[in-house]
C-alpha cells in the first residue's frame, strides 16, 4: 500500500505563503497521481489541487485557483503544494492522497481513498 507523509504545516499571516510537502518512500510517485486535499472544521474534504500520472495534467479547485500550485520533484519521491496569498478560509487540515488509475480531475472531485492519513494543519491568522 502507498504510504504518504504530509509536513509543512503551520500557522501564517493572511498573504503570507506556504508549502507543503508530500513524501513517501520505497516508491515513485511519478507513477501515481497525486492529490492535495482540506478539511475545515465542521466542513466536508475537498480536492483542492491534483497532479496525474506523468504530469500529463492538473486540476485545481476554484478555491484556489491561480494561488496553489501542486508539483513534483526530479526524484519523484515527493510532491508539493505551493500556496501563495493565503487567506483565513484557507485554515484546514491537508492531506495528500495517490491513486493510480485516476486522472487529475477524477482524484480531485471523486477520490477513492481509504486511509487519509495524519495530514498537517494550515492555520491562516493574523
Known amino acids: 500500500q502507498v504510504q504518504l507523509v504530509e509536513s509543512g504545516g503551520r500557522q501564517v499571516r493572511p498573504g503570507e505563503s506556504l508549502s507543503l510537502s508530500c513524501t513517501s518512500s520505497?516508491?515513485?510517485?511519478?507513477?501515481?497521481?497525486i492529490g492535495w486535499f482540506r478539511q475545515a472544521p465542521g466542513k466536508a474534504r475537498e480536492g483542492i489541487a491534483c497532479?496525474?500520472?506523468?504530469?500529463?495534467?492538473?486540476y485545481y479547485s476554484d478555491s484556489v485557483k491561480g494561488r496553489f500550485t501542486i508539483s513534483r520533484d526530479s526524484g519523484k519521491r515527493a510532491v508539493y503544494l505551493q500556496m501563495n496569498s493565503l487567506k483565513p478560509e484557507d485554515t484546514a487540515v491537508y492531506y495528500c492522497?495517490?491513486?493510480?488509475?485516476?486522472?487529475?480531475?477524477?482524484?480531485?472531485?471523486?477520490?477513492?481513498?481509504?486511509?487519509w492519513g495524519q495530514g498537517t494543519q494550515v492555520t491562516v491568522s493574523s
Open positions: 520505497g516508491f515513485i510517485l511519478d507513477y501515481y497521481t
Open positions: 492522497a495517490a491513486d493510480t488509475l485516476a486522472t487529475a480531475k477524477s482524484l480531485c472531485t471523486r477520490p477513492v481513498v481509504k486511509n
Open positions: 497532479i496525474s500520472k506523468m504530469d500529463t495534467s492538473t
